[in-house]
């Protein structure tokens, strides 16, 4: 009986054998855009231009697919063109999609507006709610039910297989934005999920220096279309990009189980805190989602959501006090973030009913020396 490997040997080795020619253990940066052809239409190792393919990109691709567990995966320039990509690949004018009450707001955007104008509809509902998910399908029409979990940036946890089931008797493609988990804590299409989609700026990356996205799916002729649609649209990452993302994968596993304890030690300070009004993260035991996330993740994240007394005034001193925590959008790089969602991240959906709290601060706990993050929030907090 063959061993399988497990995650962490998978994200160092998977698509990413020693270079044949040299022998060199990282796979080299193919910085080309063309490839020589032996005859016309003789392909050498099946390369001909890199918006089609790139080795890099295989090499970050297969590595995608082996640690969702997955059939293919798909490298992109960003999150939001994997995004697009993909609801390009599926819908088509008059469709429509249900996404979550609380989307990220690029998320938001692009299917609101972009696609919106495009004569795509949408629904918000509530991630938690199986029953409100339910009734948001309009059935002959919705084509996909687009969930994030845990949610940017209420936190907010959604059963995955549970929703897979209403989608596939619906007849409805489930897609998982995992970028929050990442496949370490993560793995919805072992779930019932049909698309995986990760910005890999975030935890794939890791370290706050490249912009990518990613699809992972287990249906072979899904990923058929896809494949199509990235070829054609051509918003596909580049070869340097798919190197810094390969990287990063390879400590995935260790650097989640940093961010995860450090993100622990924040929550108890923040809970016991007399200025917090609520912390919403998961691996809280009153979190509504707490029973779901402990059975479909590995660990909890490094993401903490809170609010505090004294409105958004109050918030965006917080913001503005911490040293170590550094004032700025994204997430997932080792080092800690802090931002206002209502006036950073989530600023397109204001006024709609995906608006934030006004009060609400988000963290990116990194894995810098825990006491370190615990006094600068704390001196933050006042």
Wanted: a negative charge; hydrophobic letters at 40%.
């Amino acid at each position: 009986m063959t061993h399988e490997l497990g995650f962490d040997s998978l994200a160092i080795h998977a698509g990413q054998e020693p270079d044949a020619l040299t022998g060199a253990v990282v796979p080299p940066i193919y910085q080309v855009s063309t490839y020589a052809q032996d005859g016309v239409g003789g392909l050498r190792s099946g390369y001909e231009y890199s918006r089609s393919g790139n080795p890099t990109r295989t090499a970050l691709q297969e590595c995608l697919a082996a640690i969702e567990a997955g059939t293919r995966g798909f490298a992109f320039a960003s999150g939001l063109a994997a995004e697009d990509t993909f609801l390009r690949a599926v819908c088509r004018p008059g469709d429509h999609v249900v996404i979550p009450d609380d989307a990220y707001g690029g998320t938001y955007r692009l299917v609101s507006r972009v696609f919106g104008p495009w004569s795509l509809d949408h629904s918000p509902a509530a991630v938690t709610d199986i029953d409100a998910i339910a009734k948001a399908i309009i059935p002959g029409r919705t084509k996909v039910i687009w969930i994030e979990t845990p949610t940017n940036p209420m936190l907010a946890v959604a059963d995955i297989a549970a929703i897979a089931e209403v989608a596939h008797d619906a007849g409805v493609l489930l897609a998982i934005d995992n970028t929050f988990a990442s496949p370490y804590l993560q793995q919805p299409l072992a779930l019932g999920a049909d698309v995986v989609m990760h910005s890999t700026t975030k935890y794939l990356g890791g370290h706050s220096d490249v912009i990518g996205g990613a699809l992972v799916v287990r249906d072979e002729t899904l990923a058929e279309q896809i494949a199509y649609y990235q070829n054609a649209m051509g918003a596909v990452a580049g070869p340097f990009d798919s190197w810094l993302v390969l990287r990063g994968i390879k400590t995935l596993g260790v650097r989640m189980d940093r961010h995860c304890s450090n993100a622990k030690a924040i929550v108890e300070l923040l809970t016991n805190h007399s200025k917090v009004t609520a912390v919403h993260y998961p691996g809280l035991a009153g979190h509504p989602g707490h029973e779901v996330a402990a059975r479909q993740m590995r660990d909890f994240g490094g993401m903490v959501s809170f609010q505090v007394s004294g409105g958004e005034s109050a918030a965006l001193e917080v913001c503005k006090r911490t040293r170590l925590f550094t004032l700025g959008e994204s997430l997932g790089g080792v080092e800690s973030l802090i931002e206002h969602p209502g006036r950073m991240t989530h600023a397109s959906v204001a006024g709609s009913e995906l608006e934030v709290p006004a009060d609400l601060v988000r963290l990116s706990v990194g894995i810098e020396s825990v006491d370190d993050l615990v006094a600068d929030l704390s001196q933050a907090l006042g």
